[in-house]
């Protein structure tokens, strides 16, 4: 297997991923010298070709939208997990005979479960803290992957509240195989502040600017939220859901608290060592400078 090998983040559009800068930095805290880590915008179209050129010169794949899905037949291997969750994130690249063999697995989970336990260990509730109740925002992939992380976290039934009821199929079936049965319901900016207030844990899987409405009912309404909100969006950073949560006093995690520990098992899973977390933080801070709330 070559010393020097390369791997990247494909998603569309890419440009903006802090993947690069966290794992750039893995590598050098690792002493992994002439290992490159880039981004390559690639749309599902594009995807087919990039995967049939992979050879062992790649150590893997990080994926991001609209490809998480898109990954799953291209691959030779899914583990268990990506296969519950109905999502890759990441492909590992490994020898196989005179080839390579293809694995997909799902990080995503991981770095969901380790952002919210920052979180809650803020509001003093400790690292083995759990999560009795919870209220997801949209109903996409990254959804999927959060009701794995809330039942990690001893949540199994979450109130999830999208925009359309008609479209959260996928998102059933993920359910379905997770053995979790969350209560669906129609996003509604004011009739669903209550729950969104009362909840230990709320997690936004909205695109940026989303979920702005819910920001302005939180701002408008004044109270203090009781519990975690996670929103995975880091650009815009704060995202207005996460500056209306602070200004009423409640506890927010940013999306790239997400993506760190992400990121973090991906660089054990390429590398097959464990990762710098300190040094990938201090990256990670480096660029985006101090915590966005609090």
């Known amino acids: 297997m070559p010393s020097a090998r390369r791997a990247a983040v494909l998603g569309h559009p890419v440009a903006h991923s802090l993947s690069p800068v966290l794992h750039t930095a893995a590598y050098e805290a690792l002493g992994l010298d002439g290992w490159t880590y880039s981004s390559i915008d690639t749309t599902i179209d594009d995807l087919p070709g990039l995967v049939r050129d992979l050879d062992l010169g790649w150590a893997g794949l990080s994926l991001t939208m609209p490809l998480k899905q898109a990954i799953m037949p291209l691959v030779d291997h899914v583990d268990p997990l990506a296969v519950v969750v109905g999502a890759v994130n990441t492909v590992l690249v490994a020898p196989a005979g005179c080839g390579v063999t293809l694995t997909g697995t799902n990080t995503d989970v991981y770095g969901l479960v380790a952002a919210l336990r920052e979180g809650l260990a803020a509001q003093g509730r400790g690292a083995g803290a759990v999560a009795g109740s919870a209220v997801v925002l949209g109903g996409g992939a990254t959804a999927a992957s959060t009701l794995a992380a809330l039942g990690e976290l001893g949540c199994t039934s979450p109130r999830v509240l999208v925009r359309s009821l008609g479209r959260t199929g996928p998102l059933q079936e993920a359910a379905a195989r997770m053995g979790v049965t969350p209560h669906f319901e129609v996003l509604d900016a004011t009739a669903s502040l209550a729950a969104l207030r009362e909840a230990d844990v709320v997690v936004s899987t909205m695109p940026a600017y989303a979920a702005d409405p819910v920001a302005a009912a939180v701002a408008a309404h004044g109270a203090t939220p ?17 500056s209306a949560w602070a200004a009423a006093g409640g506890t927010t995690v940013g999306g790239e608290r997400m993506l760190l520990h992400q990121a973090v098992e991906q660089v054990r899973l390429m590398t097959g060592r464990p990762a710098p977390l300190a040094a990938m933080d201090a990256a990670l801070g480096a660029v985006l400078g101090a915590p966005a709330a609090g």
């Open 226 to 242: 009781s519990g975690v909100l996670l929103d995975v969006v880091y650009d815009p950073r704060p995202t207005a859901l996460q």
